[in-house]
């Protein structure tokens, strides 16, 4: 009877030991040192809040520290990663046995996870859905009012047609978000980056990447140069090079669906001399070369897109010491990161801008009028998706 | 603040568990705890811990007054009644009787818009309940207020339950011991209510939502199976809860009375109801339906006494048509369970009296579920369409829905109460200890894994 009393209270103190040690695991973080950024999201990570009367009493202090807990708990990466990962390998089993049962049922979009799909059934990529972004006049006539009070200077914009704005099941009603955008702007010129269906969309985008693949973003170049200097011979169309490395892009990884078999491609070009600076600092942009002498991280997550052609920066400013040829102010979110050097060849100086990320390298809000006359621009473009326009609309942890 | 966040798991429990067995003597103790409890509360409801405070210090006047000046305690009673009522009144029925009015007089009264405090039905009956039985004599007036107000604000039960009636805890208050096994116990009943909620509740709520909140109406097949799923959610949301509660209040000490036992066998809906929701049913049979006089008085009188119990019990759970509906219906069955079957319900097989009471209790929680008498009728016609084709289209476009299906066949396991059989069939087994606690962490650790996943957490016993 003794021993067996012993054996339980041995049991309970190990059940107890083991509960305090996970009890205690935040309370690690102070010692060890919170972390900024995670990879596998591609995301900034919520830091620790300070206390005080009036962010407990609104209620934010709370809440941050959730998000804070959430974020900086030891091992909550693998862990979230882990979990969507299984969530959807269960989803995609119990599609398959539907399917199983009704192979009609491939049809059309099939949800992967909140936001994303596979259509028609193809397992190796993954889409968004057309929203309903109409809702947003009065963002997009924000954004557009400054960029129409510019006077001076020829006003162009190229809009990407991705899948957030194309509902595949009507390819013909394709180009109503462009068209709603575009009736914003006053325009010297304007184009749009069409795709013609779903197989047609599937030539010129990463299978799970929101961006454009090479072939897509050489033809955006064409177009563009199209659009602002039609006389103009584009450069290329380069060299193509097929890596090793497997490309699991943006939806992959927010998804945690790591089916892509799409392996990652470049294309480089001979280009004139030309200098870059990146948030007012010379510099290199991308690791092209890197890639094309077979140089690149091997992890399932990376974003070989950032990394091989270059990331986002509030202001890349390419100076080919020419003279002129013009100055080019190109508005842009990440699309245009491949294709910053094409463009730019054909001008004297360009500046790129992000607007998402404008503001915490120049610590002030990005003033396009006194900006545009600060370094006597002549030409603006605006390149994007729908994001580029409607920012808000940006899901958590998605990439624009 | 929620049992089921991380600030909670991580911050909260852990700091007030070390003050706790940190500072010695009761008076310390209950003084961690009520200033622990109070920090919980302000949490979500910064300002509304003011009322709370007034609530405490109205209630322990009033309780000393009574028994200092017995010949005035009637009015004393109805004091703490209309500030006790009056509060619960004011900001969880005040909006709704306004919009009533307005729609059925047509008139433009003004809608107020008044934040609920959280667990305002559940801290005002733990207090009527003491106010009530210290003028009925039942219980001493409590002369400490650190104690009362310990009782009053305790964390584990403050938001959402179980109603801990201040005579289970009376003696608690004042001397309680928490042995190695109590606080074992209670830290894996912690634990697997943790899980019922984060494992279990959550994802069925997916589901459930999925189907009541679609912009077009789902077929007929999802209707079935969002209400089965809201089943399970609302019992794992609600039961997992009341674990959590138990098992804390046994961390710190208390023995709180159960809540649940396995509702979903009842074999009647009078079964039903001595099984869910325990101690809510116990305060309205003690405060509500005995005083009206109970079952010893005519039929016509009895019938009477159960609609008023079942309208307050369905006024209670929120102010809306449907919750009053949804109380009526239960009144009505259960009318009819006592003065019409009798004793036939005793003669029908076992088996299948359980299976109708399940299918009366679907019901029950599709009226509950519902937005607006308007969308009862629009689920209920869909439902009995049985036109069940597309629903295996509905699933594929909503992967909300389809994944946490997965876990529908774990969830009805546990509705049944095969752990209590193990236990009565291997008496005091070691082995199965072991497995209990092993099963208990390794929730815990799949719940946090779950919550880190996850952003849906959301506690539908807050609405209350």
């Keep these: 009877m003794g021993s067996m009393k012993k054996q339980k209270k041995a049991l309970q103190i190990c059940f107890l030991i083991l509960s305090a040690a996970s009890l205690l695991l935040f309370w690690l973080v102070p010692f060890l040192g919170q972390k900024d950024v995670s990879e596998t999201e591609n995301r900034t990570l919520a830091r620790l809040p300070a206390l005080s009367a009036g962010s407990f009493l609104s209620g934010s202090f709370q809440d941050d520290l959730e998000k804070a807990a959430g974020d900086q708990l030891l091992f909550s990466e693998e862990v979230r990663s882990f979990v969507k990962g299984a969530q959807a390998s269960v989803l995609t089993g119990g599609q398959n046995l539907l399917c199983r049962f009704n192979p009609s049922l491939r049809s059309g979009y099939t949800q992967i996870t909140e936001g994303y799909f596979a259509y028609q059934g193809d397992e190796h990529r993954i889409v968004e859905k057309l929203q309903d972004y109409e809702a947003g006049a009065s963002e997009a006539a924000a954004f ?104 699991n892009g943006s939806y992959a990884r927010i998804t945690k669906s790591l089916r892509a078999d799409e392996h990652f491609v470049v294309r480089s070009f001979d280009l004139p001399k030309y200098t870059v600076t990146l948030n007012g600092k010379r510099g290199t942009y991308g690791k092209l070369k890197a890639y094309l002498s077979g140089r690149f991280p091997s992890e399932p997550l990376t974003n070989h897109y950032a990394n091989c052609y270059g990331g986002d920066y509030g202001e890349i400013v390419y100076d080919f010491g020419t003279e002129g040829r013009g100055r080019l102010l190109l508005i842009a979110s990440s699309y245009s990161n491949p294709i910053n050097a094409l463009i730019a060849s054909h001008f004297d100086e360009t500046r790129v801008i992000d607007l998402r990320y404008y503001e915490s390298y120049a610590g002030q809000a990005f003033d396009l009028s006194a900006y545009v006359k600060a370094h006597d621009i002549d030409t603006v473009l605006l390149l994007g998706d729908i994001r580029l326009f409607l920012p808000g609309g940006d899901a958590e942890g998605g990439e624009a | 603040m929620v049992f089921s966040s991380l600030t909670f798991l991580f911050i909260f429990l852990p700091l007030v568990l070390l003050f706790y067995f940190l500072l010695p003597g ?78 059925l007089f047509s008139l433009h009264l003004p809608a107020l818009q008044i934040a609920l405090p959280i667990g305002i039905s559940f801290y005002t009956f733990q207090i009527l309940s003491y106010v009530i039985d210290v003028y009925h004599g039942r219980t001493a007036a409590q002369k400490n207020l650190l104690s009362l107000a310990t009782y009053i604000t305790m964390f584990p039960q403050l938001v959402a339950g179980p109603i801990v009636r201040y005579e289970t805890v009376r003696e608690e208050l004042s001397a309680r011991h928490v042995s190695l096994n109590d606080f074992t116990e209670g830290l894996s009943r912690f634990f697997f209510g943790l899980g019922k909620k984060v494992l279990i509740a959550n994802q069925m709520a997916l589901v459930a939502d999925a189907v009541f909140d679609a912009a077009a109406l789902p077929p007929a097949g999802a209707l079935w199976i969002g209400a089965l799923c809201y089943a399970m959610q609302i019992y794992y949301d609600f039961s997992g809860y009341s674990d959590m509660a138990i098992g804390m209040g046994r961390m710190f000490g208390f023995h709180f009375t159960e809540n649940f036992n396995y509702p979903y066998i009842a074999d009647s809906v009078t079964d039903f109801w001595r099984r869910w929701h325990i101690s809510l049913s116990a305060w309205f049979r003690e405060y509500v339906y005995i005083p009206l ?32 509906l949804w109380g009526l219906y239960y009144g009505l069955l259960l009318i009819l369970e006592k003065h019409v079957l009798g004793n036939v319900l005793s003669r029908i097989p076992k088996a299948v009296r359980q299976i109708v009471t399940f299918l009366l209790a679907l019901f029950g929680w599709i009226i509950f579920r519902s937005e607006s008498l308007a969308a009862l009728g629009r689920f209920l016609s869909g439902a009995f369409s049985f036109g069940f084709s597309g629903t295996g289209a509905f699933l ?62 959301p506690f539908i016993y807050f609405r209350f």
């Design chain 1, 144 to 247: 557009a009012a400054s960029f129409n009070s510019l006077e001076g200077v020829k006003r162009y914009l190229y809009f990407i047609n991705n899948s957030r704005v194309t509902d595949f099941d009507r390819p013909e009603d394709s180009n109503r978000i462009y068209d709603w955008i575009r009736s914003f702007f006053s325009l010297d010129g304007a184009a749009c980056f069409a795709s013609d269906g779903y197989e047609d969309y599937c030539r010129w985008f990463y299978q799970t990447d929101h961006h454009w693949n090479d072939q897509g973003f050489y033809r955006g170049y064409t177009e563009i140069l199209n659009l602002l200097k039609p006389d103009e011979t584009p450069v290329g169309p380069g060299d193509r090079l097929e890596t090793d490395a497997v490309f």
């Design chain 2, 26 to 103: 009761i008076r310390a103790k209950n003084a961690v705890l009520c200033l622990f409890s109070l920090v919980f509360y302000a949490w979500g409801e910064p300002v509304y811990v003011l009322l709370m405070i007034a609530s405490i210090l109205l209630n322990y006047l009033v309780g000393l007054g009574m028994a200092r000046f017995p010949v005035r305690k009637k009015g004393l009673l109805v004091l703490a009644l209309i500030f006790n009522l009056g509060a619960i009144g004011y900001f969880k029925y005040a909006g709704f009787f306004l919009s009533s009015l307005n729609s």
């Design chain 2, 293 to 324: 006089g109970g079952n010893r008085c005519g039929t016509a009188r009895h019938i009477f006494n159960m609609l008023v119990v079942w309208l307050l019990t369905g006024l209670w759970h929120g102010a809306a048509w449907t919750f009053v």
């Design chain 2, 396 to 457: 594929m476009s909503n992967s909300n829905a389809l994944s946490p299906l997965v876990l529908l066949p774990a969830a009805i396991l546990g509705c049944l109460p095969w752990t209590r059989w193990l236990e009565k069939r291997f008496p005091g087994s070691r082995a199965l200890a072991a497995l209990r606690l092993a099963c208990a962490f390794l929730i815990w650790l799949a719940s946090i894994a779950m919550l880190l996943g996850e952003s849906y957490n």
